[in-house]
T-cell receptor
C-alpha cells in the first residue's frame, strides 16, 4: 500500500458547487497533515494544515479521521480559480523537518 | 520579500552531460530541501539540509546525483552524467526551523535528450 494515496481525478465540477476529496495514509503513527495546492506548471503552496478537530478557512474545510486513516478537503461555492491540483501531505512521527510525504495529487477543474 | 529562487528555470541537455541546478533559500530559513516531481512518481524528497549540513540523502537516486550547500544562501544539485530518466521538475524548498511549512521555489524543468 502506498504511503499516501489520492484519487488523481480529474474532478470536473460546475462553478458554485461543493466538492470534496479524500486522501488515505498508511502509517498510523503519522502526526501532521496538510493540504498543498499546485497550479499548472507552478510550485506547490501550503493551502492549510489539518487539525484533529477539523478546521475551516473560508470556503475550505479540512478534516482528519485517524481511525480510518484519511483526511478530507471540502470546497464550498467553488470558484474558477480553485482549479488546481491538491496535494495531500503527511508527516511521519519523530519530529524534525523531514518526513513529509506527498500524495500525487487530485486534479480539480471548475467549469463555468 | 523574495521567495525561494531557483535557476535555471528550464534546462535542456543531452544525455551524458553534467547538469547543475541552483537554489537560494529564503533568508533566515535553516532548512533546505531538494525535491523531484514526475507524473509517474509525484513529488519525491531527494535530500535536505539543516544549517548547511546534509541531514538525509536517502532519497538521492544514485551516485550520479550530488548536492551541496556551501553557505546559508546557496545550494546546488548536480547530476553527472545525466540520463533521459532524470527528466523532471526539480524543486527547492526552504523552511524556518522546525516548522513544517515549506516554501517552494518555482522549479527547474529539466529535459535530458
Amino acid at each position: 500500500r502506498k504511503e499516501v494515496e489520492q484519487d488523481p481525478g480529474p474532478f470536473n465540477v460546475p462553478e458554485g458547487a461543493t466538492v470534496a476529496f479524500n486522501c488515505t495514509y498508511s502509517n498510523s503513527a503519522s502526526q501532521s497533515f496538510f493540504w498543498y495546492r499546485q497550479d499548472c506548471r507552478k510550485e506547490p503552496k501550503l493551502l492549510m494544515s489539518v487539525y484533529s478537530s477539523g478546521n475551516e478557512d473560508g470556503r475550505f474545510t479540512a478534516q482528519l479521521n485517524r481511525a480510518s486513516q484519511y483526511i478530507s478537503l471540502l470546497i464550498r461555492d467553488s470558484k474558477l480559480s480553485d482549479s488546481a491540483t491538491y496535494l495531500c501531505v503527511v508527516k511521519k512521527s519523530g519530529g524534525g523537518a523531514d518526513g513529509l510525504t506527498f500524495g500525487k495529487g487530485t486534479h480539480l477543474i471548475i467549469q463555468p | 520579500d523574495a521567495g525561494v529562487i531557483q535557476s535555471p528555470r528550464h534546462e535542456v541537455t543531452e544525455m551524458g552531460q553534467e547538469v547543475t541546478l541552483r537554489c537560494k533559500p529564503i533568508s533566515g530559513h535553516d532548512y533546505l530541501f531538494w525535491y523531484r516531481q514526475t507524473m509517474m512518481r509525484g513529488l519525491e524528497l531527494l535530500i535536505y539540509f539543516n544549517n548547511n549540513v546534509p541531514i538525509d540523502d536517502s532519497g538521492m537516486p544514485e551516485d550520479r546525483f550530488s548536492a551541496k550547500m556551501p553557505n546559508a544562501s546557496f545550494s546546488t544539485l548536480k547530476i553527472q552524467p545525466s540520463e533521459p530518466r532524470d527528466s523532471a521538475v526539480y524543486f527547492c524548498a526552504s523552511s524556518p526551523g522546525h516548522q513544517e511549512t515549506q516554501y517552494f521555489g518555482p522549479g527547474t524543468r529539466l529535459l535530458v535528450l
